[in-house]
């Protein structure tokens, strides 16, 4: 068997620090029952991306997206599993806009 490495402390190289982006604070459980359930229904009726709709270009969507985030509906006491809450969105989408969401205020915070 291999022997494990032995960490070296080079003094010279900085640490890694995470990128500085919120991370997820809901308890939203994601891969449970009732969500796999109700995202597979919302990906059943809207098959399509609704960005890319309004772009002009059928694409099909892979993502249920919380359209106000599951944090936002869980702090205001909405059913998160309430599929009024739902958009279809492809990934490139769904990614973008949740980057956008998690550097929201990034750059105007003081440091
Ligand atoms: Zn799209």
Redesign the pocket.
Known sequence: MAKKLQKIKRPWIVDRVPFDRERRDDDFDYNGRRWRKVRAQQLDLFP??????A?G?T?V?TVADHEPQVKVLIARGDDPYDMKWLMS??????DSKSGREAHKGYGVKSR
């Open positions: 399509c991306c609704c960005d890319c709709e772009e270009i694409t969507a969105r492809c990934k490139k989408h769904h």
